[in-house]
């Protein structure tokens, strides 16, 4: 049972345009969310994140939005650089726990 | 400090060998996390430690897995009877118990091949 869900396995996107990366959950009880991008033969790094009482959160080009009514939240990139270029997973945990449940990823491509 | 680091990097074993790998977590971190990540798929939980307590383990976590935090500091995790399913990176993390939730920091991962 995929309780996150990243429907797209890949994007690619421009220089300088938006990249959207969207994550479905399942779970009403998911609290926190965190994005995390990985580049090959690394550890994933920590992105940003956004708590339930909450419905945006912002940090430098990264933006994370969060619809609770659709179990949704979405990570955008203003403006994408090659360097932006990774797997991006989001991931999710309710209170209580400090277990995430991740979903299984989305490969961005910036083309310059 | 640099880091999570993860020893080895990489190891290849042959089916039925027990195998154990190493995660040295960010000193002033008191919770540890394992996860192991399989192609195509995202990080998937195993276990994690709060200073020296194992606080919750996966079911994916059979009982030919064991992980362990002494002292409170490094951890290992080891696989006894290794099979070609246990093939994957294995993941620790740490984070600090500051009640934010923020997100943990990644090592690099040791990579295991079961041949």
């Known amino acids: 049972d995929q309780q996150v869900k990243q429907n797209s396995p890949s994007l690619s996107v421009q220089e300088g345009r938006i990249s959207i990366l969207n994550c479905d959950y399942t779970?009403?009880?998911?609290?926190?969310f965190l994005w995390y991008k990985k580049y090959p033969a690394e550890g994933p790094t920590f992105l940003i994140s956004i708590s339930s009482i909450k419905d945006k959160n912002e940090d430098g080009r990264f933006t994370v939005f969060l619809n609770k009514s659709a179990k949704h939240l979405s990570l955008h990139i203003v403006p994408s650089q090659p360097g932006d270029s990774a797997v991006y997973f989001c991931a999710a945990r309710s209170s209580g726990t400090y277990k995430y449940i991740f979903g299984t990823g989305t490969r961005l491509k910036v083309l310059a | 400090d640099t880091g999570v680091s993860q020893d080895p990097r990489h190891k290849i074993t042959k089916r039925g060998q027990n195998v154990t790998f190493r995660c040295d977590p960010i000193?002033?971190?008191?919770?540890l996390y394992w996860y192991r990540q399989t192609l195509g798929q995202g990080p998937e939980f195993l276990t994690y430690?709060?200073?020296?307590?194992?606080?919750?383990k996966s079911r994916l976590l059979s009982d030919r897995f064991s992980a362990e935090r002494p002292k409170g500091s490094f951890s290992t995790l080891e696989i006894q009877r290794t099979e070609q399913g246990d093939s994957a990176m294995y993941l620790c993390?740490?984070?600090?118990?500051?009640?934010?939730?923020?997100?943990?920091?990644f090592g690099s991962g040791t990579r295991l091949t079961v041949v």
């Open positions: 993390a740490s984070s600090l118990a500051s009640g934010t939730g923020d997100g943990y920091t």
């Open positions: 779970n009403s009880m998911f609290d926190y």
């Open positions: 430690f709060q200073n020296e307590a194992q606080l919750e």
């Open positions: 000193s002033e971190h008191n919770r």
